[in-house]
């Protein structure tokens, strides 16, 4: 499995990529990674860790289910919005109820175009009325800073922090909360919620830490000062129960958890109505209609979008990327993501329908090297979440 795993990851990842080898930058954790023995291979500008030695795919895949991974998720590129008018500002270029949130608190968002599309998904935490911590995919960072700074005119005295001295890194599975813990044992980590952060005190290093992750486990993303990285990664690595965890699983687990992939699932096309996030817009920015595309979007929300986002179980093969869905010999959608699920030893795939044959339980053709597999439309996230709420 875990060959056939690899064979459809690998494409998916190099196709994220974005500039020539020569040019590729690293993340603070770079050497950590080579030293660990990792395979190293292009993403989104990076030069970032796809697997480690003596660990498969899948292995790796199962000990994050099982016990505690370690991801660099330092190439995604982590902001600061500061100011009175910052969520007025925020909320006319995203469908999202910030006023609402509490301090501390998150929510999964999304840049949107005129068009209704997705610009980008994005996690929005408030930390107070006037300052907001956001992070946004490394994919899309020149898009992103453009379309942020192209609205910041409309709204006196918004400012836009890029960060650039801090690394990023998520540890999943049911251990983390332990091995957390233990390293800062005066903090009480039972109070910190799924969506909630705080900032904390490692040793004496000051880091954001933020309760969630990509992969539907319990976990942390944790903001961390660069320089301070390698020796905070090593610390939490020389736990037993964590191993550092590469894009491989990292894209395996987050579609068992039925997440999106911007650039695969989501795109500058796709509405939050057509890819499943309509809870994304919040009830008063319905009522307000007020953000950006909330013409499509809003439309969409009463009347129906003509395609959605499911997920499938696909017999006898897996599929990839572009695999044509057909009903009786007529193409009604096209596979996203797909992938053998080291979880549940079946072919899973997310995908786009017409609307109509989206339903739980619609039998569907799936073809795959040219040859049609029976697929049933499932619900997701396909392996039960288990965050801490």
């Known amino acids: ?72 998720v330092s190439h995604m590129v982590q902001w600061f919005i500061r100011g009175e008018n910052a969520t007025a500002y925020l909320e006319s270029i995203t469908p999202s109820s910030l006023k609402e949130l509490a301090p501390f608190h998150s929510t999964l968002s999304a840049f949107t175009n005129e068009q209704g599309g997705i610009i980008d998904d994005t996690i929005i935490a408030k930390h107070d009325d006037n300052t907001y911590y956001v992070v946004t995919n490394a994919a899309c960072s020149v898009k992103d800073e453009a379309n942020l700074k192209s609205h910041l005119e409309n709204w006196k005295g918004v400012e836009l922090e890029r960060v650039q001295d801090r690394a990023l890194i998520a540890i999943q599975g049911p251990e983390t909360a332990t091995v957390i813990q233990s390293l800062a044992p005066s903090n009480d980590f039972s109070a910190l919620k ?152 079946k072919n899973i795939a997310m995908g786009y329908v017409t609307t109509g044959f989206h339903k739980t339980g619609t039998s569907v053709h799936v073809k795959v090297r040219n040859k049609l597999q029976p697929a049933t439309v499932v619900r997701m996230p396909f392996v039960p979440s288990k965050y801490y709420r």
């Open 194 to 345: 799924f969506g909630q952060s705080a900032y904390v005190d490692f040793k004496g290093i000051r880091c954001l830490v933020s309760r969630g992750g990509y992969t539907g486990e319990d976990g942390f993303e944790i903001s961390v000062p660069a320089d301070a990285s390698i020796d905070f990664a090593q610390s939490i690595l020389a736990n037993k129960n964590v191993r550092p965890i590469g894009l491989g699983a990292r894209d395996t687990l987050r579609l068992e958890a039925g997440m999106c992939l911007y650039g695969s699932d989501i795109d500058d096309t796709t509405s939050p109505v057509e890819g499943s996030l309509s809870w994304i817009v919040g009830k008063r920015r319905r009522e307000e209609n007020n953000f950006i595309g909330s013409s499509r979007i809003l439309k969409e929300i009463k009347e129906g979008a003509s395609r959605r986002r499911v997920g499938f179980i696909i017999e006898n093969a897996p599929a990839r990327h572009g695999s044509i869905i057909e009903v009786d010999g007529v193409q009604v959608g096209n596979i996203t993501s797909g992938c053998p699920s080291p979880s549940l030893s």
């Open 1 to 72: 499995m875990s060959a056939s795993i690899k064979s459809r990851i690998l494409p998916s990842v190099m196709k994220r990529a974005n500039s020539s080898s020569s040019a590729l930058k690293h993340t603070p954790l770079y050497d950590l990674h080579v030293n660990a023995g990792a395979t190293i291979v292009p993403f989104a500008g990076f030069s970032m860790p796809l697997q480690y030695k003596d660990q498969t795919i899948s292995a790796s895949h199962r000990w994050t289910r099982e016990h505690s991974g370690l991801f660099d």
